[in-house]
């Protein structure tokens, strides 16, 4: 072999051996990468993202899009207005916009881009029915660049509260819009907030970016993806597996996986668990207008109540990380610090119950009979919830104890949901609002049709109870507040329309090098921008 042939096959593997190198070094920086990233495991898609209307996943909203103000443990703090004033008959709203704050796609955030917001929220009232400061708004415009007046119809205690929410008040880029507004959709997801979309495939995946010119200082975590999968085995595998790592409570309170396999992947050492303080309760919803089912009767739902063993619920399904809940409201919810009959878990009063009311088991038979008709009823459960389906069966197995044949059926969230806005249900899961709206979200929603009218319709002080829920959200004196809050509670108690099951909260399996994790005022979204990797 000549010397330049020997010359030309060393220069030959030094160039193999540099471009091995170089590859392995962009695989190792690409394998870092990706650990730096939050992979979310989600049941469904983040669906259409207008933040007016409501199809949205409200955590993924949560990252694209602000509010005026925002609600914290130690009450109301500015967000995109950085102060306010209210006239002294609570009609008139001041507020003075945070300067220098750009859309995603670089729109300046002005009080003309507020008001445009709040105009095209206004035109399509009839969506927003639920949330009452959609029925008090006469007027919003832009006095100058960055100030902007709210005028209601009334005084409305609430208004600060109902800014906040996630949604709808929150605001999008004007260029946005579509035919002027957006109660026809949107030509694009531009809000302020620390995370812009930049990638979505319908039912697979959607990915977040940071943005780098947020106003609050761009998030240390720079890339977060949802990805869709079915909630339990599937899901657990994929955090095994390192395909997602990142798992929370989702916005409908539905959890991914249950706690046993929390649990074994935090003793693996690789994820940590978090959990919030108790933001809800966790409930049975009961059709009280339903006329042609055994439910309409107060009697039947104050059986089902008591037939309900919510401390093995507790400890068994939730491992005591969920307290059992003996009110529609925990005392720590602003106003719900009241005295109401406690109906413990108690087979023996629940059958004396159906007894009295005319419910009788006749002979050879499980199932209790009245004037001809038994005593069936359906239990509509998330489908993507273990919990559920394991309170559900539960449920089943206890009420049959008292001569009660319920029938299970389990349902995508959305289902569960329609049933709920339309009455055709007897009973379902569902949650209240929390922390962030609670009381008068919740409240406010008895008589909003999309939400819990079908369940309190029904009840025999039904004009008195919407009465005095008008009466409570423009009150202008705390006594008068709590007194109205206390009358409203102990009607839809005594009624037993809202069965209480659970205290829940919001929990997260993350990453054991994620930092800065903590929680809002609500259950609906996180502050992913908080967040850090050691």
């Not at 026809?184 to 319908?202: A, F, L, Q, S």
């Amino acid at each position: 072999m000549s010397r330049k042939t020997v010359v030309l096959l060393c220069t030959f593997i030094v160039s193999i051996i540099l471009i091995a190198g170089c590859g392995s070094k962009s695989a190792d920086t690409g394998a870092t990468e990706k650990g730096k990233e939050l992979v979310y495991a989600t049941s469904k898609d983040i669906n259409d993202m207008n933040p007016h209307l409501y199809p949205g996943s409200l955590p993924a909203q949560g990252m694209l899009y602000e509010s005026l103000v925002e609600n914290t443990e130690e009450g109301i703090k500015p967000l995109l207005a950085e102060s306010w004033n209210v006239s002294e008959d609570g009609k008139v709203y001041i507020f003075h916009l945070r300067k220098n704050v750009k859309f995603h796609d670089g729109e300046p955030f002005n009080a003309e881009a507020v008001q445009k917001n709040i105009e095209a929220v206004q035109a399509n009232s009839s969506k927003h029915s639920w949330i009452k400061l959609s029925t008090k708004i006469v007027s919003v415009k832009a006095v100058d660049e960055y100030t902007v007046e709210l005028a209601l119809s009334e005084p409305y205690y609430p208004t600060l509260l109902e800014l906040s929410m996630t949604r709808p008040y929150v605001f999008l880029s004007p260029k946005d819009f579509k035919n002027g507004g957006t109660k026809d959709g949107v030509n694009g997801y531009n809000g302020t907030g620390p995370y812009k979309i930049t990638e979505h495939k319908t039912d697979q995946y959607a990915v977040f970016e940071a943005n780098e010119n947020y106003w609050g200082g761009a998030p240390k975590v720079k890339k977060i993806t949802a990805k869709v999968l079915p909630a339990g085995e599937t899901t657990f595998l994929a955090l095994q597996k390192g395909e997602v790592n990142f798992i929370f409570t989702d916005d409908r309170g539905a959890d991914s996986i249950d706690v046993e396999a929390m649990n074994q992947l935090v003793k693996k050492g690789d994820y940590q668990l978090v959990r919030s303080k108790a933001m809800n309760t966790k409930m049975i919803v009961a059709n009280s207008s339903k006329v042609d089912s055994p439910i309409h009767e107060t009697a039947v739902r104050e059986a089902v109540w008591y037939s309900i063993d919510r401390e093995t619920i507790s400890k068994q399904v939730f491992n005591g990380t969920e307290a059992a809940a003996n009110s529609l409201f925990s005392s720590n919810v602003n106003y719900a610090n009241v005295e109401l009959q406690k109906r413990s878990y108690d087979l023996e009063k629940a059958k004396t119950i159906l007894d009295g009311a005319g419910w009788k088991i006749e002979s050879g038979s499980e199932v209790r009979v009245k004037n001809g008709n038994k005593l069936t009823m359906k239990l509509y459960y998330d489908v993507n919830s273990p919990s559920q389906k394991t309170q559900a069966e539960f449920i089943q197995n206890t009420v049959k104890k008292i001569g009660i044949a319920l029938e299970i059926v389990g349902e995508e969230s959305a289902s569960v949901a329609k049933r709920r806005s339309t009455g055709d249900y007897d009973l379902l899961f569902n949650s209240t609002w929390g922390l962030a709206y609670d009381p008068q979200s919740t409240i406010a929603a008895f008589t909003s049709e999309s939400s819990y009218l079908y369940t309190t319709k029904g009840i025999a002080k039904a004009d008195e109870l919407y009465k005095k829920i008008n009466q409570v959200l423009v009150s202008m004196e705390e006594k008068t507040r709590k007194s109205l809050y206390a009358d409203i509670l102990k009607i839809v108690h005594d009624e037993a329309v809202f069965i209480p099951i659970t205290n829940g909260n919001v929990t997260i399996i993350a990453p054991k090098n994620l930092k800065g994790i903590s929680f809002k005022q609500t259950q609906f979204e996180l502050p992913f921008e908080r967040m850090y990797f050691e």
